[in-house]
């Protein structure tokens, strides 16, 4: 039997979309000519899957420096959380000293993105 076209229901675009497939696809590998060659023995893996490493579950700032310095963010995308508070919060104060333009800048930054003004000394 020879088949010459298809009829496409939205049933059997559905299900082949399931599997990320599209009409065009299917009727191009049924109406076209393509060139299976079969290996005569299998042909090896060129990669190993990659196994998945764990997020680190530490506080210290020193061991998740050197796990993001060897991994990247987007690898871990669907198991990150936004967070809308401070993760590392200091408990004593830092002590700088600038010039008093470079402290009236900083301080213009912080009110810009809703820091209320720290006591200062200029």
Known sequence: MRIHEFVWTQDGIDQIAQHGVTPEEVEEVCFSRALIQRAKTPIPAMEKAMSKQQLP??????????????????????????????????????????????AEAIREMAKSKGVKDAKCRL
């Open 57 to 102: 579950q530490t506080d210290s700032i020193q061991e998740l420096a050197r796990f993001w310095d060897a991994h990247d963010l987007t690898d871990f995308e669907d198991e990150l959380d936004e967070v809308t508070e401070p993760v590392f919060e200091r408990d004593s104060p830092i002590t700088l000293r600038l010039q008093s333009n470079e």
